[in-house]
Each structure stands twice: as structure tokens, then as C-alpha cells.
């Protein structure tokens, strides 16, 4: 008997460990989190909505903007993605032995350091907010928007303490399978926002979406309190930076720390670059942004969520066979959603905006505006998703370093390709430069990840099982698959939409409205049909997983 055998009939104590999902097992959870993730961004997008017709693409909205670098760099540095990147595995692991005991332990000792870490880096920054944002942040906006700015900020940064603690408890909670608060969170935390937008805006300004940013933070927070209790969570106040599994996590860390200063520093720049450029381009250059991010998040995020702690497990149980099948089959499915949404946004550009921003202060310039800078982050959609599942198998193999290195150099590159660009293109050439970079990204992390799954398995000893590489053939068919339909889709789009009269109403609605939301759903009609007759198993899937779902 092997020692994946023996590790997976063993019966762990205290309650068991955290279960692995198999490909069937991730999508049926992934639905569950993606319809979550729908309300998460379907209430952002609304929060979007309401921001943009009440501030526009304004100077104001601009320095709202900026205020959030310095609170998200310290967070994503300290308590975001690169905790959590290395807190989950560890975590993790502790629960699959069964020692419950040992992995509260260490969810308490991290809190406590990551609330120290935060409490004493926001306060800093709080202190020099004004510098920060003069010599920094916004050097091109004026003396007013800097004051603004530095107002701002500092607002925002004592959220960035709650966010901390919360996003602590959201990696505890996914590491063991639990995903329904902790994906209702960024929904109450949109609603805050909301609520500031509606009921303070019209009485303090920009200030009343700060406001709402910090009691969002503070809703992201308790929602998930509940769960955790009913985990049975041990908290002990214990401040121990030299206990073995805390340095391994402060390990683990440290080249995705690295890694995520490069992707700040990335944003930082086009916020620097945008801020020397006409009042409302960093507004419009975010709307594009968020726009694009909007199918990247329901799809790759909402799978990746889901799949990270099951490639935790079976890394731990030895399985690497079964971690490329299950990386085979959600990069399948990613390429089939993320290719269509990629060609709808390219094509639906203004009519999209149209739609849903274009009220109040948000006029046809802002509409023209944001969606300039769309058509070129559409480019990198594909690219986002796939990164978004690739480095988590990276990070459930306990190889930090490997992301770190390739986001690195792609993030200098999109720096360099920003400067070179931002003269002949504007804020495009800053949304160029990201799916340029985006995209060889992904290249590199598909090839180096080939590469190490085939090296470690070469090295197996005990008979472990051996583990192939990607199936590089597979992926390449179904994503060329999913092309061509797509292709079909956009053919059929534009064919109609010439149809449509340019401007005016029908039958009383905007024809912009009319063309998005016709557009949209004539293209999802189109892309499924053709992906059916060209052989594509996506489709008959997704099909089969939704009617198991109405049925359960």
C-alpha cells in the first residue's frame, strides 16, 4: 500500500480533515460560490452605478480614488492575498491531521501579529498622509485634490485593521470547505457603500463613500463571526512570532509579498501617470477596470476560491495526478466562459456603459471615455482568469516563489510597456500595457508549471503514483474551440447590432439599452449553439450540473 492509500482511509482525529473536492465536486461548489459572487459583484456593480451618477468621471472621484493605494497596498502586502496564500496550506494541513487544537493556535497567534502589524503601518500612514499623497500618490493633481486625497485616506486606512482580521477569518473559513459568509461579505460591505452614496453623498460629499467603506469593512467583518463560531474556533491570546508553523506561513509569505509590491507598484504607477492627465482619466480608467474584472471575478475567482483548499488537500495526500486532472478541468471551463465574455466586451463596449453608468453626472463623454480604456483591458480577460486558478496550484504546492518571480518580471514589463505607451494611447496604453503583461504571464506560469509537476513526479521513490505534465494538447483544442464559436458569437453580434438603429429609442427604450441587453443575450444563445455543433463537452456539462442543482 502506498502512502497516498494510507493517508486517505486513515480516520483522523478531533473530527476529520478538510475534505478534497474532485472536479465534479469543485463545480457544484463553484455554483454555489459563483451565484455568490454574482451578488458580490452584481452589488458592486450597482455600487458603481450609483457612484458614477452622482460623481461622474470627476476631479473628486479621482481622489477618492488615489486615497485608496497606500490602504490597499498595505493590506493586499499584509493581510490580503499573500497571507492568505500562505495561511490556507498551512492551516490547512493542521485540520487534515486532525490536530483542531494546533490550527486554532495558529489562526490566533496570526490574527494577533497581523493586527499589531496593521494598527502600527495604518497609523504611520495616517500620520503622513499629506506627503504621501503630494510626493507619492498624485503629484499631478492639484493642491486641492492632494488635501482631498490625504482626507480621504486616512479614513480609509482604519478600515484596512477590520479588513485584516476579516480577511484572516475568510482564509480560516475557506480552508475548511465553508465558502457561503465569507462570499456574502463583499456584498453587505458594496451595500455600506451604497448606502453612503444614496444617504451621506448629498450632505458631505465624497466623504460619504469613505464612510460607507469603513462600516462595509466593519459588516465584512461580523457577517463571518457566525461561522466561525460554529467551527468551534479555540482563540488564544498568544503572541508567539517563533513558533514553527508562524515562521513557515512568515516563509511562505515572503515572495508573494514581494510579488504583490510589484502588482501595488503597478497601480501606483498608472495612478501617478493618470494623475498628470485630464481630469476623470483614473475614474474612467477604473470604471474599464472594474468592468472587466466583473466576469473574471463570477467566473475565475469563484472557481479558484473553491479549488485552492481542495489542491491544498491533494498536494498533501501525494495526489498530483488528480491535481492536474482537476487543473485540466477547470482551465477547460475557464476558457469556455472567460473567451465569450472577452469578445462581449469588446464588441458591447458602449452600449454596456450605456446601460448601466449613463445617468445623472455620467454623460455620452464619460460613456466614450471608459470605454476606450475597455476595449483594451478586454484583451487580458482570458489571461486574468487563468492566472487567477494557475497560481493557486503553485501556492497548494508550497511554491511561493515561482508566481512571485514571473509577476515580477511581468509587472516591470507592464510598468515599462505603461511609460512607452501612455504617450501615443493615453490611460489605453496603461490598459494595454496590463493584458499585454497579463497575457505573457500567463504563458509562463502554464509552461513552468508543466515543467515542475513533471520534475517532482520524475522524483518520486515509493511508487507513488506518477504524474504526467499539462495536457497542453487538450487544453489548446477546447480553447481553440472556444475561439472559433466565439468568432461565430461576435459574427452574429455585429451583424445585428448593424441592424439597430444608431441612436434615438425603440419602442422607448435607449437604444443603447436595447443593443447590450439583445447583444448580450442573442451572443450567449449563438456561442452555446456553436460550441454544441463544434463538439465542445462545456456546454452539455454546465447543462447537466444546473439541472442536478434545481433538482437538489
Known sequence: MTKPERRDRRTPREGGGVRALDSRGIAGAATLVMLLFILSR?????REIIIGARFGTSAELDAYLAAFRIPDLLFQLVAGGALGSAFIPAFAAAWTEGSRREAWLLFSRILNLLTLFLV??????????????????????SAEQQRLTASLMRWMLASTVVFGASGLIMGALNAVQHFLLPAVAPALYNCAIIAGALLLAPHVGIHGLVIGVAAGALLHLLVQLPALLRQDVQYRFSIHWQDGQVREVARLMAPRVLGLLFVQLNFLVNTILASGLPDGSL???????????????????????VAFPTFS????????AQLLQTLAGLLRLILFLSIPAAFLLFILDEPLIQLLFQRGRFDADSTQAVAYALRFYALGLVAHAVVEIVVRVFYALHDTATPVVVGVATMALNIALSLALIGGLSYGGLALANSVATGLEMLLLLLLLGRKVRKDSGEGSDGEEEAPGLPVRELLTSGGRSILAGAVMAGAVLFWLAMLPAGGAIFGIPAGWVAALTGAGLGVVIYALASHLLGGAETRQLWALARRRSQE
Not at 42 to 46: D, N, S, V, W, Y
Not at 313 to 320: D, E, I, K
Open 120 to 141: 502600527v503601518l495604518c497609523g504611520l500612514a495616517m500620520l503622513f498622509a499629506e506627503p504621501l499623497t503630494v510626493r507619492v500618490i498624485a503629484p499631478g493633481f
Open 283 to 305: 475614474s474612467a480608467l477604473n470604471y474599464a477596470w472594474l468592468l472587466m474584472l466583473l466576469p473574471q471575478g463570477i467566473f475565475a475567482q469563484a472557481v479558484a476560491t
Open 313 to 320: 488537500a491533494q498536494v498533501a495526500a501525494g495526489s498530483r
Open 42 to 46: 452584481g452589488t458592486g456593480l450597482l
